[in-house]
Structure formats: C-alpha cells, structure tokens
C-alpha cells in the first residue's frame, strides 16, 4: 500500500507540473496576444482581458503599451530610412559637386592672385630701380657731373623739393 501512495505523489505532482506547463504556456499565448493587441490597438477592456490572462499587473501592461507606442513611432521613422538615405546621397553628392568647382574656383583664383602679385612685385622692382637711378642722376646732377641734362633729369630736382615738401607737411602733422 505504501507503494501505491507514491505512486499517487508522483501521479499528482506529474499531474500539477503538466497543469503548471499548460497554465504557463497559455500565459506565454496570452502574452502574445496581448502584444499582437497592442500592436494593433485593440479597444482598451479587450486590452485587459489579455494582460489578466497574460498574468500582468496593471502597471506592467501599461507600461508594455507604452514601449509598445513608442516602437510604433520608431516604426514609422524607420519606414522613412530609405527615401532619407536617398536624400542624404543626393545631398552628399551635391554637396561635393559643389564643394570641387568651389575648389577649382579658389584655385583659379589662387592662381590669378598669385600672377597679379609677380606682377606687382616685377612692377615694384621696375619702379624702385628706377627710384634709385634717378636718385643717382640726382646726385651726378648735384655734383655737376652730368654733362648733358637730359628732359627727365631736369625734372628730377623738382619732383625732390616736391618730395621734400610733402615729407615736411606729414612732419607737421
């Protein structure tokens, strides 16, 4: 007889782990369900009837239809993501068309820069040579040593008082 009493135990607790396997695999259908629901916005007693079942708390329903609505909001961002990667290629590539010809512009113009500034600076030379050859005539001129004066040569002593004139103003000043 005490035989057959186990043999009952184990009956009934293979009975209770069967009955508990059944009860947790219709919470885990019922949970299921209840996201499915919430997904596709059940009316709100429907809602509750499968959180009960789903054996959930208030609390935690509510707060897996909140993660739940802001999954579908993230859904609805992430159904954009390729017209926006199309956008954003679109955009790259004008961006560098754009950003190449502005390059060869400031190139072009860099170079354009560059030339105009040789040439001043071929100019600048020119014209303080010419400074100085005449500041030397000057002084040929002063010491009498320039037996021809030539046109321009006469100028040079007055475009020098001239000079002298101005520097005295701006000592003035």
Same mark, same amino acid.
């Given at each position: 007889?005490?035989?057959?009493?186990?043999?009952?135990?184990?009956?009934?607790?293979?009975?209770?782990?069967?009955?508990?396997? @059944?009860?947790?695999? +219709?919470?885990?259908?019922?949970?299921?369900?209840?996201?499915?629901?919430?997904?596709?916005?059940?009316?709100?007693?429907?809602?509750?009837?499968?959180?009960?079942?789903?054996?959930?708390?208030?609390?935690?329903?509510?707060? @897996?239809?909140?993660?739940? &609505?802001?999954?579908?909001?993230?859904?609805?961002?992430?159904?954009?993501?390729?017209?926006?990667?199309?956008?954003?290629?679109?955009?790259?590539?004008?961006?560098?068309?754009?950003?190449?010809?502005? +390059?060869?512009?400031?190139? &072009?113009?860099?170079?354009?820069?560059?030339?105009?500034?040789?040439?001043?600076?071929?100019?600048?030379?020119?014209?303080?040579?010419?400074?100085?050859?005449?500041?030397?005539?000057? @002084?040929?001129?002063?010491?009498?040593?320039?037996?021809?004066?030539?046109?321009?040569? +006469? &100028?040079?002593?007055?475009?020098?008082?001239?000079?002298?004139?101005?520097?005295?103003?701006?000592?003035?000043?």
């Amino acid at each position: 007889m005490t035989m057959t009493m186990f043999a009952e135990v184990g009956t009934l607790q293979a009975e209770q782990n069967a009955l508990n396997a @059944l009860q947790e695999k +219709n919470r885990k259908a019922a949970y299921g369900e209840f996201v499915k629901g919430a997904w596709s916005n059940r009316p709100a007693a429907e809602m509750l009837t499968l959180a009960t079942e789903a054996g959930l708390e208030t609390a935690k329903a509510d707060a @897996l239809m909140e993660r739940i &609505r802001e999954g579908k909001a993230k859904v609805a961002l992430a159904d954009q993501l390729p017209r926006l990667k199309k956008e954003e290629a679109d955009a790259k590539a004008q961006f560098e068309k754009i950003c190449e010809r502005n +390059n060869k512009e400031i190139s &072009r113009l860099e170079k354009e820069n560059q030339l105009a500034g040789y040439k001043h600076d071929d100019a600048f030379k020119a014209m303080c040579e010419a400074h100085q050859t005449a500041n030397d005539l000057l @002084l040929l001129h002063d010491d009498g040593l320039l037996p021809t004066p030539h046109k321009e040569v +006469n &100028r040079l002593p007055d475009g020098r008082a001239a000079e002298q004139k101005k520097a005295a103003l701006y000592d003035v000043l």
